[in-house]
């Protein structure tokens, strides 16, 4: 796509001041690292990294049957979904494959925000817009709506300082609270996807620069880039639509299914229920390599010559300082501690099958032990 | 900026010539476009290469980078502090971040090389 077709989030010029090398994601021109990957990883694990993540999409859901469109619409336990609350899920196709990721927010009795990936807007809003009551009021606030995530063990103090540590304690994981920043609205959320302590912003768009700068000059906080988000994911496991899940996988096969609520009838549930039935063939698991040697996405998985599987995403750890990454594996061999090659044909790198996270913090978020829960 | 002792080639590779050996490395330029260095595969010593076949990998974060062999020669030293500190290329390129040394089997090769001016020259270039 040529740079000038690119969309520009409200805190590009803010960016280009910070000297950050601009990439194209998802149609956007996107910061991809500022002081450098590494860097900024290890800052967003020590200290506070804040992200744009203008990019990502908010739909809303309002009117007296949108809690049962939203219900039958995602996997997420939607019926026992408090003003408050937010959980992870999927809008699945026909076939159970995954159309998105998203994380559901239930504003009030009668309102939903879905916050989904950025380039997945259109086709999700599309297929809500297929499903949704006559009654139902659906709107895509995307460019009304700024997102900032502030991520890493200061996050919460820094937080606290300029909402109120009062209200910013209140705010358990996977919930959110509508605060002040300096006269701003914000819904704050406790969540994001780094596995840090961390909170996502989400506010008018008017304020973006402002509430940028205003996070930047707390003590301890980094712009962090794309670069070291997706590094930052990988190391928890995180899947990241478009590698690791598309509409060619279903949860059960990326070993998602705790994010399904079978009791509900939604769409895409019968054809995981026959999956459930038969068993997936592969499964997504994580890996870390045997060295400092990375494999990338599309490297095959092997063992004793033979191809098992798939790289679907794939780095350098900057914590484990190895490569990692997850995979499609073959069920037979997706244990723990499997020894595997991983190769495109000229480079080959000695791995072993390992469970997420990757990665494990001593001051990790603490009810954050085993991956986002529903 | 751009050493003037150095002799460059279009794939970013830096020579300096001492007598019959020849140390390699990557430039400034191609350690700022490859951003962190996290692996570097070094040749083995003994291998003979001729100019321009690949002498070396170097990966960062996202990506692998062939790197080719400025001149022919056989393989005589690497820089082992390169196996557990790779990032030493991105903090001095042409210093500690040397990544061999070769002995020169054909010195006349030296002249298809760019000197620093030219080197210079062909970064502007390529910036456009």
Known sequence: ?374 | MIPKDLRYTKEHEWVRMEGEEAVIGITDHAQSEMGDITFVELPQIDKEVKQSAGLATVESIKAASDIYAPLSGRVIAVNEALEGSPEVINQAPYDTGWICRVSVTNPSEMDSLMDADAYEQYLEASEK
Not at chain 1, 304 to 319: L, M, W, Y
Not at chain 1, 323 to 344: F, N, P, Q
Not at chain 1, 357 to 363: A, D, E, I, S, V
Request: charged share 25%; proline share 5%.
């Open chain 1, 1 to 374: 796509m040529p740079i000038n077709d690119l969309k520009k989030t409200p805190l590009y010029e803010e960016h280009l001041k910070l000297n950050a090398k601009m990439v194209p994601f998802a149609g956007w021109l996107m910061p991809l690292q500022y002081t450098g990957i590494i860097d900024e990883h290890m800052h967003a694990r020590e200290k506070a990294g804040l992200f744009d993540i203008f990019h990502m999409g908010e739909l809303f859901l309002r009117g007296p049957a949108a809690a049962k469109d939203v219900a039958g619409l995602v996997t997420c336990r939607i019926y026992d979904m408090h003003p408050g609350r937010c959980r992870y899920g999927f809008m699945l196709n026909d076939k159970g494959g995954i159309i998105d990721d998203l994380i559901v927010f239930r504003i009030s009795e009668e309102e939903f925000m879905i916050v989904v990936n950025a380039g997945t807007v259109g086709k999700d809003e599309a297929w809500m817009r297929k499903h949704i009551s006559p009654g139902t009021e659906l709107a895509n606030e995307s460019a009304e709506t700024a997102k900032i995530d502030i991520q890493g063990p200061l996050s919460g103090k820094i937080m606290g300082d300029l909402a109120g540590q009062q209200a910013v304690e209140q705010v358990r994981k996977y919930h959110f609270l509508n605060v002040e920043i300096s006269g701003m609205p914000v819904l704050l959320s406790r969540t994001g996807y780094t596995g840090e302590l961390g909170y996502e912003l989400f506010f008018p768009v008017e304020y973006a620069p402002d509430m940028w700068k205003l996070l930047l000059a707390q003590e301890g906080v980094k712009p962090v880039g794309l670069g070291a988000r997706d590094t930052l994911r990988m190391e928890m496991g995180y899947s990241l639509y478009g590698n690791d899940i598309d509409e060619k996988h279903t949860p059960l096969e990326a070993n998602l299914a705790r994010f399904v609520f079978f009791e509900k009838d939604f769409l895409g549930k019968p054809a995981l229920l026959k999956q459930q039935g038969k068993g997936v063939s592969r499964v997504l698991k994580g890996f870390i390599c045997d060295s400092r040697r990375s494999a990338r996405s599309h490297f095959k998985v092997t063992s004793g010559g033979k191809e098992i599987g798939e790289v679907t995403s794939g780095a350098f750890s900057p914590c484990l300082k190895r490569g990692m990454g997850l995979c499609y594996i073959d069920s037979g061999s997706a244990k723990e501690g499997t020894g595997v090659t991983l190769t495109d044909g000229k480079v080959e790198v000695a791995a072993r099958v390992a469970a997420i996270p990757l990665y494990r913090h001593k001051t990790q978020d603490p009810r954050h032990r085993t991956g986002k829960k529903s």
